[in-house]
Protein backbone atom coordinates (compact mmCIF):
# COMPACT_ATOMS: atom_id res chain seq x y z
CA UNK A 1 0.00 0.00 0.00
CA UNK A 2 3.11 2.25 -0.85
CA UNK A 3 1.52 4.37 -3.46
CA UNK A 4 -2.40 4.72 -3.24
CA UNK A 5 -2.46 8.03 -4.48
CA UNK A 6 -0.81 7.12 -7.83
CA UNK A 7 -3.17 3.52 -8.13
CA UNK A 8 -6.16 6.46 -7.31
CA UNK A 9 -4.92 8.71 -10.01
CA UNK A 10 -4.41 5.49 -12.50
CA UNK A 11 -7.62 4.52 -11.55
CA UNK A 12 -9.70 7.86 -12.21
CA UNK A 13 -7.83 8.23 -15.26
CA UNK A 14 -9.12 5.02 -16.47
CA UNK A 15 -12.58 5.62 -15.33
CA UNK A 16 -12.30 8.89 -17.62
CA UNK A 17 -11.04 7.39 -20.10
CA UNK A 18 -13.70 4.62 -20.58
CA UNK A 19 -16.49 7.16 -19.77
CA UNK A 20 -15.89 8.14 -23.25
CA UNK A 21 -15.58 11.84 -22.82
CA UNK A 22 -14.48 13.67 -25.81
CA UNK A 23 -11.77 16.56 -25.99
CA UNK A 24 -9.59 17.34 -23.14
CA UNK A 25 -10.64 14.53 -21.06
CA UNK A 26 -9.65 11.91 -23.25
CA UNK A 27 -6.35 13.30 -24.13
CA UNK A 28 -5.38 13.85 -20.99
CA UNK A 29 -6.32 10.13 -19.65
CA UNK A 30 -3.76 7.66 -21.06
CA UNK A 31 -1.09 10.59 -20.20
CA UNK A 32 -1.88 10.06 -16.45
CA UNK A 33 -2.99 6.39 -16.46
CA UNK A 34 1.01 5.94 -17.20
CA UNK A 35 1.72 6.08 -13.60
CA UNK A 36 0.45 3.02 -12.98
CA UNK A 37 0.92 1.06 -16.58
CA UNK A 38 4.03 3.03 -17.91
CA UNK A 39 3.05 2.63 -21.44
CA UNK A 40 5.76 4.48 -23.94
CA UNK A 41 5.68 8.31 -24.60
CA UNK A 42 4.13 9.51 -27.65
CA UNK A 43 1.30 7.28 -28.26
CA UNK A 44 -1.68 8.50 -29.21
CA UNK A 45 -4.97 6.13 -28.65
CA UNK A 46 -7.13 5.45 -31.64
CA UNK A 47 -4.40 3.66 -34.15
CA UNK A 48 -6.19 0.26 -33.14
CA UNK A 49 -9.93 1.98 -33.29
CA UNK A 50 -8.92 3.79 -36.84
CA UNK A 51 -8.10 0.06 -37.75
CA UNK A 52 -10.87 -1.50 -36.31
CA UNK A 53 -13.57 1.35 -37.77
CA UNK A 54 -12.93 -0.26 -41.75
CA UNK A 55 -14.01 -3.91 -40.50
CA UNK A 56 -17.56 -4.58 -41.70
CA UNK A 57 -19.64 -4.60 -38.47
CA UNK A 58 -22.98 -6.30 -39.45
CA UNK A 59 -20.82 -9.50 -40.92
CA UNK A 60 -19.06 -9.60 -37.63
CA UNK A 61 -21.90 -9.84 -35.59
CA UNK A 62 -23.18 -11.98 -38.03
CA UNK A 63 -19.79 -14.51 -38.01
CA UNK A 64 -20.12 -13.94 -34.16
CA UNK A 65 -23.61 -15.55 -33.83
CA UNK A 66 -22.61 -18.55 -36.18
CA UNK A 67 -18.99 -19.59 -34.76
CA UNK A 68 -18.93 -17.31 -31.16
CA UNK A 69 -22.22 -17.25 -29.57
CA UNK A 70 -22.57 -20.45 -27.92
CA UNK A 71 -19.76 -20.59 -25.88
CA UNK A 72 -19.23 -16.59 -25.43
CA UNK A 73 -22.96 -16.11 -24.88
CA UNK A 74 -25.51 -12.87 -26.56
CA UNK A 75 -23.75 -9.87 -26.83
CA UNK A 76 -20.39 -11.74 -25.74
CA UNK A 77 -21.22 -11.23 -22.10
CA UNK A 78 -19.87 -14.34 -21.71
CA UNK A 79 -20.29 -16.74 -18.96
CA UNK A 80 -18.13 -17.20 -15.76
CA UNK A 81 -16.44 -20.38 -15.42
CA UNK A 82 -17.66 -21.23 -19.14
CA UNK A 83 -16.33 -18.27 -21.22
CA UNK A 84 -15.15 -15.10 -20.80
CA UNK A 85 -17.08 -11.60 -21.56
CA UNK A 86 -15.65 -10.23 -24.73
CA UNK A 87 -17.60 -6.69 -24.51
CA UNK A 88 -16.33 -4.85 -20.98
CA UNK A 89 -14.66 -2.20 -21.74
CA UNK A 90 -11.56 -2.88 -19.65
CA UNK A 91 -10.93 -6.04 -22.31
CA UNK A 92 -11.75 -4.02 -25.09
CA UNK A 93 -9.28 -0.69 -23.89
CA UNK A 94 -6.37 -3.44 -23.24
CA UNK A 95 -6.55 -5.53 -25.77
CA UNK A 96 -4.63 -4.74 -29.02
CA UNK A 97 -6.04 -5.91 -32.38
CA UNK A 98 -2.82 -8.16 -32.38
CA UNK A 99 -3.42 -9.94 -29.28
CA UNK A 100 -7.51 -10.60 -30.15
CA UNK A 101 -6.38 -11.78 -33.80
CA UNK A 102 -3.67 -14.30 -32.71
CA UNK A 103 -6.38 -15.58 -29.91
CA UNK A 104 -9.27 -15.99 -32.48
CA UNK A 105 -6.56 -17.23 -34.77
CA UNK A 106 -4.45 -19.88 -32.72
CA UNK A 107 -7.36 -20.62 -29.83
CA UNK A 108 -5.69 -21.49 -26.27
CA UNK A 109 -4.82 -24.87 -25.90
CA UNK A 110 -5.86 -27.01 -23.85
CA UNK A 111 -8.75 -24.76 -22.70
CA UNK A 112 -11.88 -25.01 -24.66
CA UNK A 113 -11.22 -21.86 -26.69
CA UNK A 114 -10.57 -23.51 -30.46
CA UNK A 115 -8.65 -22.20 -33.08
CA UNK A 116 -10.30 -20.34 -35.93
CA UNK A 117 -7.31 -20.26 -38.29
CA UNK A 118 -8.29 -22.63 -40.56
CA UNK A 119 -12.36 -21.96 -40.68
CA UNK A 120 -12.35 -17.99 -40.85
CA UNK A 121 -10.34 -15.72 -43.34
CA UNK A 122 -7.74 -13.01 -41.52
CA UNK A 123 -10.83 -10.46 -42.62
CA UNK A 124 -13.75 -12.49 -41.19
CA UNK A 125 -11.44 -12.13 -37.85
CA UNK A 126 -11.17 -8.41 -38.57
CA UNK A 127 -14.94 -8.07 -39.07
CA UNK A 128 -15.70 -10.09 -35.70
CA UNK A 129 -13.25 -7.54 -33.88
CA UNK A 130 -14.62 -4.63 -35.35
CA UNK A 131 -17.86 -6.27 -33.83
CA UNK A 132 -16.72 -6.44 -30.41
CA UNK A 133 -15.09 -3.37 -30.24
CA UNK A 134 -18.77 -1.79 -31.24
CA UNK A 135 -19.68 -2.23 -27.76
CA UNK A 136 -16.72 0.08 -26.08
CA UNK A 137 -16.37 3.89 -27.22
CA UNK A 138 -13.49 4.22 -24.77
CA UNK A 139 -9.56 4.45 -26.72
CA UNK A 140 -7.80 1.31 -27.10
CA UNK A 141 -4.58 1.09 -25.42
CA UNK A 142 -3.56 -2.09 -26.13
CA UNK A 143 -0.67 -1.24 -28.66
CA UNK A 144 0.80 1.12 -25.82
CA UNK A 145 0.47 -1.50 -23.24
CA UNK A 146 1.96 -4.36 -25.35
CA UNK A 147 4.69 -1.80 -26.06
CA UNK A 148 5.12 -1.20 -22.62
CA UNK A 149 7.99 -2.80 -20.30
CA UNK A 150 7.49 -5.77 -18.51
CA UNK A 151 8.93 -4.47 -15.17
CA UNK A 152 11.48 -5.87 -13.12
CA UNK A 153 8.89 -7.81 -10.61
CA UNK A 154 9.45 -10.36 -7.44
CA UNK A 155 8.40 -13.40 -9.20
CA UNK A 156 8.40 -15.05 -5.69
CA UNK A 157 7.11 -11.98 -4.28
CA UNK A 158 4.43 -13.27 -7.25
CA UNK A 159 3.93 -16.47 -6.70
CA UNK A 160 3.47 -15.99 -2.86
CA UNK A 161 0.37 -13.33 -3.68
CA UNK A 162 -1.03 -15.65 -6.45
CA UNK A 163 -1.59 -18.51 -3.93
CA UNK A 164 -2.99 -16.23 -1.76
CA UNK A 165 -5.32 -14.28 -4.40
CA UNK A 166 -5.91 -15.37 -7.34
CA UNK A 167 -5.81 -19.25 -7.01
CA UNK A 168 -9.01 -19.30 -5.50
CA UNK A 169 -11.09 -18.49 -9.34
CA UNK A 170 -7.79 -19.18 -11.42
CA UNK A 171 -6.60 -22.59 -10.12
CA UNK A 172 -3.54 -23.13 -8.37
CA UNK A 173 -0.97 -23.16 -11.16
CA UNK A 174 -3.54 -20.76 -13.48
CA UNK A 175 -5.20 -23.60 -14.97
CA UNK A 176 -8.44 -21.92 -15.11
CA UNK A 177 -11.88 -23.70 -15.26
CA UNK A 178 -10.48 -27.24 -15.29
CA UNK A 179 -9.53 -26.34 -11.76
CA UNK A 180 -13.36 -25.53 -11.17
CA UNK A 181 -12.86 -21.63 -10.64
CA UNK A 182 -14.54 -18.82 -13.02
CA UNK A 183 -11.25 -17.18 -13.91
CA UNK A 184 -9.31 -18.24 -17.31
CA UNK A 185 -6.34 -19.85 -17.82
CA UNK A 186 -3.77 -17.03 -16.94
CA UNK A 187 -0.78 -19.96 -16.00
CA UNK A 188 -0.98 -21.27 -19.62
CA UNK A 189 0.80 -20.71 -22.86
CA UNK A 190 -2.29 -20.29 -24.85
CA UNK A 191 -2.88 -16.64 -22.88
CA UNK A 192 0.68 -15.80 -21.66
CA UNK A 193 2.14 -16.45 -25.35
CA UNK A 194 -0.16 -13.32 -26.59
CA UNK A 195 -0.72 -11.30 -23.33
CA UNK A 196 1.72 -8.80 -22.62
CA UNK A 197 3.40 -7.43 -19.86
CA UNK A 198 1.66 -4.53 -19.87
CA UNK A 199 -2.34 -6.03 -20.44
CA UNK A 200 -1.96 -8.25 -17.93
CA UNK A 201 -0.61 -5.23 -15.52
CA UNK A 202 -3.67 -3.18 -16.73
CA UNK A 203 -6.18 -6.07 -15.99
CA UNK A 204 -4.83 -6.99 -12.55
CA UNK A 205 -5.28 -2.99 -11.97
CA UNK A 206 -8.69 -2.75 -13.43
CA UNK A 207 -10.34 -6.10 -13.74
CA UNK A 208 -13.00 -6.42 -15.90
CA UNK A 209 -16.89 -4.93 -15.82
CA UNK A 210 -20.17 -7.20 -15.23
CA UNK A 211 -17.55 -10.30 -14.54
CA UNK A 212 -16.29 -11.40 -11.13
CA UNK A 213 -12.78 -10.38 -12.08
CA UNK A 214 -12.65 -6.98 -9.87
CA UNK A 215 -9.58 -4.78 -10.05
CA UNK A 216 -6.90 -4.92 -7.22
CA UNK A 217 -6.42 -1.05 -6.97
CA UNK A 218 -8.15 1.57 -4.70
CA UNK A 219 -10.63 1.26 -2.06
CA UNK A 220 -13.18 -0.41 -4.17
CA UNK A 221 -10.67 -3.02 -5.29
CA UNK A 222 -10.79 -6.98 -3.95
CA UNK A 223 -6.94 -5.42 -2.62
CA UNK A 224 -4.87 -2.65 -2.84
CA UNK A 225 -1.86 -4.12 -4.67
CA UNK A 226 1.38 -1.51 -4.48
CA UNK A 227 2.74 -1.98 -7.97
CA UNK A 228 5.77 -3.86 -6.34
CA UNK A 229 3.01 -6.36 -5.64
CA UNK A 230 1.48 -5.94 -9.09
CA UNK A 231 5.01 -6.09 -11.11
CA UNK A 232 5.45 -9.39 -8.79
CA UNK A 233 2.19 -11.06 -9.98
CA UNK A 234 3.61 -10.08 -13.57
CA UNK A 235 6.83 -11.30 -13.09
CA UNK A 236 5.20 -14.58 -11.98
CA UNK A 237 2.67 -15.43 -14.85
CA UNK A 238 5.40 -14.05 -17.43
CA UNK A 239 7.56 -16.83 -15.97
CA UNK A 240 5.02 -19.83 -16.37
CA UNK A 241 4.73 -19.36 -20.20
CA UNK A 242 6.51 -22.34 -21.49
C1 LIG B 1 -16.30 -23.97 -27.40
C2 LIG B 1 -16.43 -22.69 -26.73
C3 LIG B 1 -15.85 -21.47 -27.40
C4 LIG B 1 -16.09 -21.00 -28.67
C5 LIG B 1 -16.96 -21.60 -29.75
C6 LIG B 1 -15.37 -19.75 -28.78
N1 LIG B 1 -14.69 -19.47 -27.62
FE1 LIG B 1 -13.49 -17.89 -27.26
N2 LIG B 1 -13.02 -18.61 -25.44
C7 LIG B 1 -13.58 -19.76 -24.89
C8 LIG B 1 -12.99 -19.97 -23.59
C9 LIG B 1 -13.34 -21.12 -22.64
C10 LIG B 1 -12.06 -18.95 -23.39
C11 LIG B 1 -11.17 -18.74 -22.17
C12 LIG B 1 -10.06 -19.76 -22.20
C13 LIG B 1 -9.12 -19.63 -21.02
O1 LIG B 1 -9.40 -20.21 -19.97
O2 LIG B 1 -8.11 -18.94 -21.14
C14 LIG B 1 -12.12 -18.09 -24.57
C15 LIG B 1 -11.36 -16.95 -24.74
C16 LIG B 1 -11.50 -16.08 -25.79
C17 LIG B 1 -10.82 -14.80 -25.91
C18 LIG B 1 -9.88 -14.18 -24.91
C19 LIG B 1 -10.71 -13.30 -23.98
C20 LIG B 1 -9.95 -12.75 -22.82
O3 LIG B 1 -10.60 -12.48 -21.81
O4 LIG B 1 -8.73 -12.59 -22.90
C21 LIG B 1 -11.24 -14.25 -27.09
C22 LIG B 1 -10.82 -12.90 -27.66
C23 LIG B 1 -12.16 -15.16 -27.70
N3 LIG B 1 -12.30 -16.27 -26.88
C24 LIG B 1 -12.82 -14.93 -28.88
C25 LIG B 1 -13.66 -15.86 -29.50
C26 LIG B 1 -14.27 -15.63 -30.79
C27 LIG B 1 -14.18 -14.35 -31.58
C28 LIG B 1 -14.96 -16.78 -31.10
C29 LIG B 1 -15.71 -17.08 -32.38
C30 LIG B 1 -14.99 -16.84 -33.62
C31 LIG B 1 -14.79 -17.69 -29.98
N4 LIG B 1 -13.99 -17.10 -29.04
C32 LIG B 1 -15.37 -18.95 -29.90
C33 LIG B 1 -14.51 -20.59 -25.46
C34 LIG B 1 -14.97 -20.50 -26.76
C1 LIG C 1 -13.24 -13.69 -7.67
C2 LIG C 1 -12.54 -14.44 -8.69
C3 LIG C 1 -11.23 -13.87 -9.21
C4 LIG C 1 -10.11 -13.50 -8.49
C5 LIG C 1 -9.92 -13.51 -6.98
C6 LIG C 1 -9.12 -13.13 -9.47
N1 LIG C 1 -9.61 -13.24 -10.73
FE1 LIG C 1 -8.66 -12.74 -12.46
N2 LIG C 1 -10.31 -13.18 -13.52
C7 LIG C 1 -11.47 -13.72 -13.00
C8 LIG C 1 -12.41 -13.91 -14.08
C9 LIG C 1 -13.80 -14.49 -13.91
C10 LIG C 1 -11.76 -13.47 -15.25
C11 LIG C 1 -12.33 -13.47 -16.67
C12 LIG C 1 -13.44 -12.47 -16.78
C13 LIG C 1 -14.58 -12.99 -17.59
O1 LIG C 1 -15.09 -14.07 -17.28
O2 LIG C 1 -14.97 -12.28 -18.51
C14 LIG C 1 -10.45 -13.03 -14.87
C15 LIG C 1 -9.52 -12.51 -15.77
C16 LIG C 1 -8.22 -12.22 -15.44
C17 LIG C 1 -7.21 -11.82 -16.38
C18 LIG C 1 -7.39 -11.70 -17.88
C19 LIG C 1 -7.28 -13.10 -18.46
C20 LIG C 1 -7.70 -13.25 -19.89
O3 LIG C 1 -8.10 -14.37 -20.24
O4 LIG C 1 -7.63 -12.29 -20.66
C21 LIG C 1 -6.05 -11.66 -15.68
C22 LIG C 1 -4.69 -11.25 -16.23
C23 LIG C 1 -6.35 -11.92 -14.30
N3 LIG C 1 -7.68 -12.25 -14.17
C24 LIG C 1 -5.43 -11.87 -13.27
C25 LIG C 1 -5.74 -12.10 -11.94
C26 LIG C 1 -4.77 -12.02 -10.87
C27 LIG C 1 -3.29 -11.77 -11.06
C28 LIG C 1 -5.45 -12.23 -9.71
C29 LIG C 1 -4.92 -12.17 -8.29
C30 LIG C 1 -4.26 -10.90 -7.94
C31 LIG C 1 -6.84 -12.46 -10.06
N4 LIG C 1 -6.98 -12.39 -11.42
C32 LIG C 1 -7.85 -12.73 -9.15
C33 LIG C 1 -11.74 -13.99 -11.68
C34 LIG C 1 -10.89 -13.70 -10.61
Redesign the pocket.
Known amino acids: MHYPIKVIIGLFAATLCLSGHVGGVQAEAPEKSKTTTTPPPGGVPGGTVARAATADVQHGKT??KE??E???QEEGRGKPGF??S?TNPE?LTAASDRF?TA??REG?AP????P?GEI?KASDIQD?IGYLRSYSQASVIGDQLDASPPGMGDPHLGKRLFAQICAGCHGPNGE??ESSGSG??IGKP??LSKASAGFIRYIILHGRSNTPMRGFSGPGGLANLTNEEVDGLVAYLRSLRN
Open positions: LFNCACHAPLLLTIRTPMPFLIGYTAGF
